[in-house]
T-cell receptor, first 112, second 114 residues
């Protein structure tokens, strides 16, 4: 069974630009969560999607948005990038009645 | 406010000895706890979990202890191996609540020296 796949692996953008990150969950998993990891801040929850609907949302500004498609693939968008958005963005999926998250390798975003 | 705290940013132990990683939480509604391990440039991988109805769960070299009254859990690794060197994240969940997402601590970087 293939794991969680995130693309691209690395991304370099400049301030003010926007970016879209992609995540394909494990086959059969309908829940996809996104986390931001920065040095010293751990993993901070962005949002969770389930069956194309946002089910939970963390404390991030509206510049951070996401969506989920009917095949459970998810995208995360960040608009008007700021230097502080530089981070590792992790996607994770989980199966039904299972709180264990399976993470992808992440997208390392650098904002210059 | 941090609901899950890992107060030690780093820990160094000798190969073969015990590693003890600690985690404290503030939300008494948390009833399920997990430990994840993360190597650089990789996503976190699940290590071990424990439900609040238990006070101990063991899996090979890894044991997690939960003290609900103290709102404290710990991960013991015995014996520690150099390959255990990684960042360890503690995570908590209110399984029955509406906020179903995992809340993570900031992590503890474990270095196991040969």
């Amino acid at each position: 069974k293939a794991g969680v796949t995130q693309t691209p692996r690395y991304l370099i953008k400049t301030r003010g630009q926007q970016v879209t990150l992609s995540c394909s969950p494990i086959s059969g998993h309908r829940s996809v969560s996104w986390y931001q990891q920065t040095p010293g801040q751990g993993l901070q929850f962005l949002f969770e999607y389930f069956s194309e609907t946002q089910r939970n949302k963390g404390n991030f500004p509206g510049r951070f948005s996401g969506r989920q498609f009917s095949n459970s693939r998810s995208e995360m968008n960040v608009s008007t990038l700021e230097l502080g958005d530089s981070a590792l963005y992790l996607c994770a999926s989980k199966g039904q009645n299972n709180e264990k998250l399976f993470f992808g390798s992440g997208t390392q975003l650098s904002v210059l | 406010d941090q609901q899950v705290k890992q107060n030690s940013p780093s820990l160094s132990v000798q190969e073969g000895r015990i590693s003890i990683l600690n985690c404290d939480y503030t939300n008494s509604m948390f009833d399920y706890f997990l430990w994840y391990k993360k190597y650089p440039a990789e996503g976190p991988t699940f290590l071990i979990s424990i439900s609040s109805i238990k006070d101990k769960n063991e899996d090979g070299r890894f044991t997690v202890f939960l003290n609900k009254s103290a709102k404290h859990l710990s991960l013991h690794i015995v014996p520690s191996q150099p390959g255990d060197s990684a960042v360890y994240f503690c995570a908590a969940l209110n399984y029955g609540g509406s906020q179903g997402n995992l809340i993570f601590g900031k992590g503890t970087k474990l270095s196991v020296k040969p």
